[in-house]
């Protein structure tokens, strides 16, 4: 059976056999540039139209139908007007800034998919601190938003800013502490070392209940941190007009929404890596038949199979909830969440400790 | 204690009504005959439905004798608040040789009206209603001004 | 020149780059974002000499944490976005001077120590050891200062509760 690390190390020999040393590394970075924009750009098309999809059946509405069969060219349709509409900058803007942010917030998103392993072999750039790299980078994009928000010189705009960096910097404590607990149960940062300590089974059945506790609130902070319904509070259409990216048009505004769907996409990867395997299939220690059957199924199957499913949850969020208050929102996180994930911390690390874990 | 009860119990409670609101939307999700849209342009005229209480715009019921009940009280035009509705009557001599006003035309703005219904709330003889018609748009202005009376109608007489 | 060193030199001015125009720069956010890309070069030159945990760390703490609390406490203050006045020339010539000195100070101590080459194997940059040295008491062990670090983080959590519960009966 071919694999996808046989084509990858394929691609790798033929560059090497037919260029020089240095000609060749650039190539492979090249590549590896052009399969993770390509990546990025459609899970964004394939995800807008699903969310749209699912919106409208949550909500007993058709959704997208009319661009091509069931809508389905509508995500497409959608990128290239915005590509083709007008850049508008306000007056007043500060514009270097402004021209910046949606950049900003765009490169961040790709740096942060550098350390995930989507199948067997396939890893840009296999880290020993991956999870924490993970979580650092996408600290920053917090940035590109208060960039945003500032330099439009508009007060919905400001406050869009000062909400999703209240509530980023705020979540991303709970949703540290609960990616710790999986740290400290595996024993390693690196991605592949807690993909392939989870052989015997996922984390989340292996952990006991401090995992699954992690898990939901893993899920719970993931949603806030890509600004999501129920706290989409930093774009508040029906208050802030759009918040942060009141201001922005054409392709900086479509930066903008790729970069909130890859934040969603990463965080997405990031919670099936620690807590669902990964790429590893769903094995069962002891059923040595049903664990050859299931590695069958390609690992990348198997990840992109997770990932839509942690997509599907999020999505299920969004158009399920109500958007939350913004006192509320903080007293969820301080009151409740940081609390049980310090405590649940505890505990993963008392288990861990005794070897109840298996 | 009672407080950390209140905090767990909370807790419990949040999720359990987070899994009521998911399973309602997730029942909407897999039965998709209970969508609601309808695809208007397409079913023009066939499974099109249209609420009968819609208000559309203001129609004057004629019968079969072309008659209609409308007595030209002009409440109506009193009652409109944007002034969409233009009563003009005449008066007229009965054969028995009384005095009488009656209807001539009934003039109908109808890109003046905000279809509020205060006419028919004011009409005493139920002479106009609501109908559901509601494809208005037109390339002319023209077509905004309507006569309601039909040409050569006349008061219905009282049943007695 | 090999690859790894324009990559430094790259980063390497411009961090310098930035932090110049951090402190030249008349308007208080350009400031702070220009702080924020200096942060980020100096993490790049910890990611080229292979150190990722403190790469990470370095845009956990700096970026992620210090500079966003910069540009909230920006956005939260009066009229910050406009542009400030001109030093005066008498503080530009002071600051001038003391920041001078300062560079003058650490060029001389570098240019003075010398900088021998070893053959000892590298430090084990897993993060299991790293952990370990952190709770070390031994030799290269970290107990002390971790645990002071950690007094001081508790006294500030406590101080942020004194501050946050004041009694309203004033």
């Given at each position: 059976?071919?694999s996808?690390?046989?084509i990858?190390?394929?691609?790798?020999?033929?560059?090497?056999?037919?260029?020089?040393g240095?000609v060749?590394?650039g190539?492979?970075?090249v590549?590896?540039?052009?399969?993770?924009i390509?990546?990025?750009?459609?899970?964004a098309?394939?995800?807008?139209?699903?969310?749209?999809?699912?919106?409208?059946?949550?909500?007993?509405r058709?959704?997208?139908?009319?661009?091509?069969?069931?809508?389905t060219?509508?995500?497409?349709?959608?990128?290239?007007?915005?590509m083709?509409?007008e850049c508008?900058t306000?007056?007043?803007?500060?514009?270097p800034?402004?021209?910046?942010?949606?950049?900003?917030?765009?490169?961040?998103g790709?740096?942060?998919?550098?350390?995930?392993?989507?199948a067997?072999?396939?890893v840009?750039?296999?880290?020993?601190?991956?999870?924490?790299?993970?979580?650092?980078?996408?600290?920053?994009?917090?940035?590109?938003?208060?960039?945003?928000?500032?330099?439009?010189?508009?007060k919905?705009?400001?406050?869009?800013?000062?909400?999703?960096?209240?509530q980023?910097?705020?979540?991303?404590?709970?949703?540290?502490?609960?990616?710790?607990a999986?740290?400290?149960?595996?024993g390693?940062?690196?991605?592949?070392?807690?993909?392939?300590?989870?052989?015997?089974?996922?984390?989340?059945?292996r952990?006991h209940?401090?995992?699954i506790i992690?898990?939901?609130?893993?899920?719970?902070?993931?949603?806030?941190e890509?600004?999501?319904?129920?706290?989409?509070?930093?774009?508040?259409?029906?208050?802030?007009?759009g918040?942060y990216?009141?201001?922005?048009?054409?392709?900086?505004?479509?930066?903008?929404?790729?970069?909130?769907?890859?934040?969603?996409?990463?965080?997405?990867?990031?919670?099936i890596?620690?807590?669902l395997?990964?790429?590893?299939?769903?094995?069962?220690?002891?059923?040595?038949?049903?664990?050859?059957?299931?590695?069958?199924?390609?690992?990348?199957?198997?990840?992109?199979?997770?990932?839509?499913?942690?997509l599907?949850?999020?999505i299920w969020?969004?158009?399920?909830f109500?958007?939350?208050?913004?006192?509320k929102?903080?007293?969820?996180?301080?009151?409740?969440?940081l609390?049980i994930?310090?405590?649940?911390?505890?505990?993963?690390?008392?288990?861990?400790?005794?070897g109840?874990?298996? | 204690?009672?407080?950390?009860?209140?905090y767990f119990y909370?807790?419990f409670?949040g999720?359990?009504?987070?899994?009521?609101?998911m399973?309602?939307?997730?029942?909407?999700?897999?039965?998709?005959?209970?969508?609601?849209?309808?695809?208007?342009p397409?079913?023009r005229g066939?499974?099109?439905?249209?609420a009968?209480r819609?208000?559309?715009e203001v129609?004057?019921?004629?019968?079969?004798?072309?008659e209609?009940?409308?007595?030209?009280?002009?409440?109506c035009?009193?009652?409109c608040p944007n002034?969409?509705?233009?009563?003009?009557?005449?008066?007229?001599?009965?054969?028995?040789?009384?005095?009488k006003?009656?209807?001539?035309?009934?003039?109908?703005?109808i890109?003046?009206c905000t279809?509020c219904g205060?006419?028919i709330?004011?009409?005493?003889?139920d002479?106009?209603?609501?109908?559901?018609?509601?494809e208005?748009?037109?390339?002319?202005?023209?077509?905004?001004?309507?006569?309601?009376?039909k040409?050569?109608s006349?008061l219905?007489?009282?049943?007695? | 020149?090999?690859?790894?060193?324009i990559?430094?030199?790259?980063?390497?001015a411009?961090?310098?780059?930035?932090?110049?125009?951090?402190?030249?720069?008349?308007?208080?956010?350009?400031?702070?974002?220009?702080?924020?890309f200096s942060?980020i070069?100096i993490?790049?030159?910890y990611?080229?000499m292979e150190?990722?945990?403190i790469?990470?760390?370095?845009?956990?703490?700096?970026v992620g944490?210090?500079?966003?609390?910069?540009?909230?406490?920006?956005?939260?203050?009066?009229?910050s976005?406009?542009?400030?006045?001109?030093?005066?020339?008498?503080?530009?010539?002071?600051?001038?001077?003391?920041?001078?000195s300062g560079?003058?100070l650490?060029?001389?101590?570098?240019?003075r120590?010398?900088?021998?080459?070893?053959?000892?194997?590298?430090?084990?940059?897993?993060i299991?050891?790293?952990?370990?040295q952190?709770l070390?008491y031994?030799?290269?062990?970290y107990?002390?200062?971790?645990?002071?670090?950690?007094?001081?983080?508790?006294?500030?959590?406590?101080?942020?509760i004194?501050?946050?519960?004041?009694?309203?009966?004033?």
């Amino acid at each position: 059976m071919i694999s996808l690390s046989d084509i990858t190390q394929w691609i790798h020999k033929m560059l090497f056999q037919y260029l020089n040393g240095t000609v060749a590394y650039g190539a492979e970075l090249v590549l590896a540039g052009v399969a993770v924009i390509a990546l990025v750009v459609a899970m964004a098309i394939i995800m807008v139209y699903a969310e749209r999809k699912f919106a409208g059946f949550f909500q007993m509405r058709w959704g997208p139908n009319r661009v091509g069969k069931w809508g389905t060219l509508q995500a497409i349709a959608d990128t290239v007007k915005l590509m083709l509409k007008e850049c508008i900058t306000p007056n007043n803007a500060d514009k270097p800034m402004f021209k910046l942010a949606p950049i900003i917030i765009t490169v961040v998103g790709f740096l942060a998919l550098a350390p995930f392993a989507f199948a067997k072999g396939i890893v840009l750039w296999d880290m020993n601190i991956g999870v924490f790299y993970v979580t650092a980078i996408s600290s920053l994009s917090v940035i590109g938003i208060l960039m945003g928000g500032w330099a439009s010189n508009n007060k919905y705009s400001l406050l869009g800013a000062l909400r999703s960096g209240a509530q980023i910097v705020s979540y991303e404590l709970s949703a540290g502490l609960s990616i710790a607990a999986i740290i400290v149960m595996s024993g390693s940062m690196s991605l592949n070392d807690i993909i392939l300590a989870q052989t015997d089974g996922w984390w989340i059945l292996r952990g006991h209940i401090p995992a699954i506790i992690a898990f939901v609130i893993s899920i719970i902070a993931s949603t806030a941190e890509a600004n999501r319904s129920p706290f989409d509070l930093a774009e508040g259409e029906q208050e802030l007009t759009g918040g942060y990216h009141t201001e922005y048009s054409g392709i900086q505004f479509a930066l903008f929404f790729l970069a909130e769907y890859t934040t969603m996409f990463i965080l997405a990867m990031l919670n099936i890596t620690l807590f669902l395997g990964g790429w590893m299939p769903f094995h069962i220690p002891g059923l040595t038949v049903f664990n050859h059957i299931m590695d069958f199924i390609p690992g990348i199957v198997w990840f992109f199979g997770k990932t839509f499913f942690i997509l599907f949850l999020m999505i299920w969020f969004r158009w399920t909830f109500p958007r939350m208050r913004i006192d509320k929102l903080l007293k969820l996180e301080w009151k409740y969440l940081l609390p049980i994930s310090i405590v649940n911390l505890l505990f993963a690390a008392f288990i861990t400790l005794m070897g109840w874990h298996f | 204690m009672r407080s950390i009860y209140k905090y767990f119990y909370d807790i419990f409670h949040g999720f359990y009504s987070l899994w009521t609101g998911m399973m309602t939307t997730g029942y909407y999700l897999v039965h998709p005959k209970k969508i609601l849209t309808q695809e208007y342009p397409d079913n023009r005229g066939t499974t099109l439905y249209i609420a009968e209480r819609f208000h559309g715009e203001v129609v004057m019921p004629h019968d079969e004798n072309n008659e209609h009940r409308c007595t030209a009280c002009s409440l109506c035009q009193m009652s409109c608040p944007n002034g969409s509705i233009e009563v003009k009557s005449e008066m007229i001599e009965t054969p028995e040789g009384k005095k009488k006003k009656v209807l001539k035309q009934w003039i109908y703005h109808i890109d003046l009206c905000t279809f509020c219904g205060s006419c028919i709330d004011a009409c005493p003889s139920d002479a106009i209603r609501m109908s559901n018609e509601f494809e208005h748009a037109s390339y002319t202005k023209d077509a905004f001004l309507k006569v309601l009376n039909k040409p050569g109608s006349k008061l219905k007489s009282k049943e007695k | 020149m090999s690859a790894q060193a324009i990559a430094f030199y790259i980063l390497g001015a411009l961090a310098i780059v930035c932090s110049a125009l951090t402190i030249f720069s008349r308007m208080i956010f350009r400031s702070a974002i220009y702080l924020l890309f200096s942060l980020i070069s100096i993490a790049g030159i910890y990611f080229l000499m292979e150190m990722d945990f403190i790469a990470a760390l370095q845009i956990m703490v700096y970026v992620g944490g210090i500079v966003v609390l910069i540009i909230f406490s920006i956005f939260l203050t009066h009229r910050s976005g406009d542009k400030l006045p001109c030093a005066l020339t008498k503080r530009s010539l002071i600051g001038g001077i003391i920041a001078l000195s300062g560079l003058a100070l650490s060029g001389w101590i570098i240019l003075r120590n010398t900088f021998t080459a070893t053959n000892k194997p590298a430090v084990d940059l897993s993060i299991r050891n790293i952990g370990r040295q952190m709770l070390d008491y031994q030799q290269h062990g970290y107990v002390y200062p971790f645990e002071i670090i950690s007094f001081l983080i508790l006294a500030a959590l406590i101080g942020c509760i004194v501050i946050a519960v004041k009694d309203k009966k004033e």
